[in-house]
């Protein structure tokens, strides 16, 4: 056989998973924004925008206190492709996931000599896991997906640095470590699983293969500060550090116990894991250290010399390690997450094709009587991941199934309470969304989000003073929360008491000086006060921060209109209108001055693109008269007074008398 048949079933057998792979998790394809969707893309002034701002996305922090440009930049150019219509994100993940599927084939060929079945049953059971649903279905885990594609294709351009000494092939590697790291910061461990590989294909690890890593590890440690300086004032991790650390000690063993068992057996999955008690810890909790202490001594006294073995352990905790929050970086107030296996599954689907193509390949052996048990047990896995992961795409289809399913799981788990709370406020489902936020509030009172969120539906209903006492009841719980004094400001405005907004305003933005609303609602109120230079000072600001912010390039126009520069307040109307041809208020505004700078054939192309939307609005046919009397064409001047009297305008009906006979 020639080589070039020889690699020919290999590639039709990666072909075929990632078909099966795609059929297997095409419903994604059909989901909704969900979760996190909302900030990092709905939200988020760098995805959402006219162009792709590459410098600023470099810039910035994505959401949330994380930092992943490459990742943005392919959610930017998804909302450019396509706004917000979610199927072009899915399909972008499913594609990216199926990419790493082959890349898993590929590695896995590479690092065992060819091995065919080795190969396959890994990048299958990668493709095909009901864990990895959640990376692949949840439209911001682009994060995971695409720092994974980069990542599985250092590690093979490594393997030809190996192979043929060409420094080209370094700094390839080099440069898509890099690219990783800047699409998650999981990416770090990188530089570790290199020294991992190096052990796996040689008997010892020399000195230039740890100097080689040099470079890497630098890189490494340098995002890992990055991540932990951005994360070190987060709510989340100060949660995590009033945790004691025999507590994490605790957590860190039952998550890797726990991560094992449902990469074995996928029982109980879930978008949400609720963090235990600390002071209500199951017996699973204490034993789980004893269970991986011995787990780590049988291993080494009885299979230290089984390299594949070590190698695919190691490469499984290695990968997980920082996810296990012994040294806290924000993860939050959940314990565990599907995503996190993503990188981390390889290794223990590594050790169990090591052990099957052990039997497999036994001819006359001990194990030869197991090579039928143990492919039954492995086929049948395969339609079982199969099925739960097809059906996860499902619950993973909107807001609505992903936290009902959560709450079926967990009764107890609060967040999921709360989060469908805010999927169905969205949905207009208001009492259902307040039977939602009470049964939050009532497993956890001092949750604050809650109470803010509730605070929200509650104005909404117009209950203004059930809402003022649950934005008060956050702060009283959390007295940094910005988004609870930001709404509460807005409610003292609506009231009319805007002392009490401005104060709240003022507290907000001493908090948090980088959200463009908070300037633009304060400018609203120092406008309301006659105080026009902070106004505009403020406007500005918003402006700076979101260039893209419509609200506040219309408030900027009135404040002109109010001081009397017309060709100032257009300017401002155009750049509303250029980002929201529809907004209403800034193209009624800009006719009103344009007439005033007697531009009346613009002011009337304005007042007719209105009335296009709104033809039964009265006001408009009575401005669009005055504007014909402006320039003497009575005919159609009468003819719209005459409409606008008819849908009730009484002052048409003196201005008629007046001009038309």
């Known amino acids: 056989m020639t080589k070039k048949n020889s690699l020919i079933q290999p590639w039709l057998i990666a072909l075929l998973i990632g078909i099966i792979t795609f059929i297997i998790l095409s419903p994604s394809l059909k989901g909704d924004f969900v979760f996190d969707d909302t900030g990092y893309i709905v939200g988020n002034p ?112 490594y393997l030809r640095f190996r192979d043929s000494k060409k420094i080209v092939w370094y700094f390839i590697t080099l440069f898509l470590f890099i690219l990783s790291c800047l699409s998650k910061g999981t990416a770090v461990v990188f530089p570790f699983i290199l020294i991992l590989t190096d052990y796996l294909l040689q008997k010892e690890i020399n000195k230039k293969a740890i100097f080689d890593k040099i470079p890497f590890l630098v890189l490494s440690f340098l995002f890992m500060f990055i991540t932990f300086k951005l994360h070190q004032n987060s709510a989340s991790n100060e949660v995590l550090f009033r945790i004691s650390f025999f507590h994490r000690i605790l957590s860190a063993s039952f998550q890797l116990l726990m991560y094992t068992l449902k990469l074995i057996i996928p029982f109980n999955l879930s978008v949400f894991y609720q963090n235990p008690d600390e002071n209500n810890l199951s017996f699973i909790f204490y034993i789980s250290p004893f269970i991986l202490i011995g787990a780590a001594f049988a291993l080494f006294y009885f299979l230290r010399k089984e390299k594949e073995i070590i190698f695919g352990v190691m490469f499984f905790v290695i990968s997980i390690a ?56 492995l086929i049948v896995g395969a339609l079982v991941y199969s099925f739960q992961a097809y059906s996860r795409t499902k619950v993973w289809r909107n807001g609505e199934t992903l936290w009902t399913d959560a709450i079926e799981k967990d009764p107890t788990a609060s967040v999921a309470y709360y989060s469908r709370g805010i999927y169905r406020t969205l949905q207009n489902q208001n009492q259902l969304a307040m039977d939602d936020y009470n049964k939050a509030i009532t497993l956890a009172p001092r949750f604050a989000d809650v109470y803010n969120n509730r605070g929200i539906l509650n104005n909404k209903l117009g209950n203004n003073e059930a809402a003022l006492a649950d934005y008060t009841s956050a702060l009283n719980i959390n007295p940094k929360y910005t988004d609870a004094y930001y709404n509460r400001g807005i409610l003292y405005n609506m009231s009319g008491n805007i002392e009490a907004a401005l104060a709240d305003f003022n507290k907000t933005i001493s908090l948090d000086s980088s959200k463009a609303d908070v300037y633009d609602s304060r400018g609203y109120i120092y406008f309301q006060m006659k105080k026009t ?60 001055e344009k007439v005033k700078l007697n531009d009346c054939k613009s002011a009337l192309e304005d007042w007719n693109y209105m009335l296009n939307q709104y033809p039964k609005e009265n006001q408009l046919y009575y401005n669009r008269a005055m504007t014909f009397l402006k320039i003497n064409d009575t005919a159609n001047a009468c003819s719209d007074l005459k409409t606008s009297e008819e849908l009730g305008n009484k002052n048409a009906s003196n201005i008629r008398n007046k001009f038309c006979h």
Request: overall charge positive; some cysteine; hydrophobic content about 50%.
């Open 322 to 377: 920082l996810m296990l929050q012994l040294i806290p970086t924000g993860k939050g107030n959940f314990i565990m997450a599907d995503r996190y296996t993503y990188l981390p599954s390889i290794g223990l689907f590594f050790v169990i094709a090591y052990i099957m193509n052990l039997v497999w390949t036994n001819k006359t052996g001990k194990f030869h009587s197991l090579k039928n048990p143990f492919a039954f047990i």
């Open 533 to 592: 230079d902070l106004a505009m000072s403020d406007y500005k600001k918003a402006i700076a921060l979101n260039p893209e912010y419509a609200d506040t390039y219309n408030n900027l126009g009135w404040l002109y209109t109010s001081l009397g520069n017309s060709q100032l307040a257009i300017v401002n109307y155009n750049k509303v209108l250029a980002i929201q041809p529809d907004f209403f208020k800034a193209r009624y505004n800009r006719a009103c």
């Open 46 to 157: 760098l995805v959402v925008s006219k162009t792709i701002e590459a410098k600023k996305i470099f810039t910035s922090v994505a959401a949330k206190e994380d930092y992943y440009p490459i990742t943005m930049l392919t959610l930017a150019w998804n909302y450019h492709q396509g706004k917000l219509d979610t199927t072009g994100y899915h399909l972008g993940n499913l594609l990216l996931h199926i990419l790493n599927t082959l890349l898993v084939f590929l590695f896995i060929f590479l690092i065992t000599n060819r091995n065919l079945l080795m190969a396959t049953i890994v990048s299958f059971f990668f493709g095909i896991h009901p864990m990895h649903v959640e990376s692949v279905a949840w439209i911001t885990e682009r994060k995971d997906v695409l720092f994974l594609f980069f990542f599985l294709s250092g590690l093979i351009t």
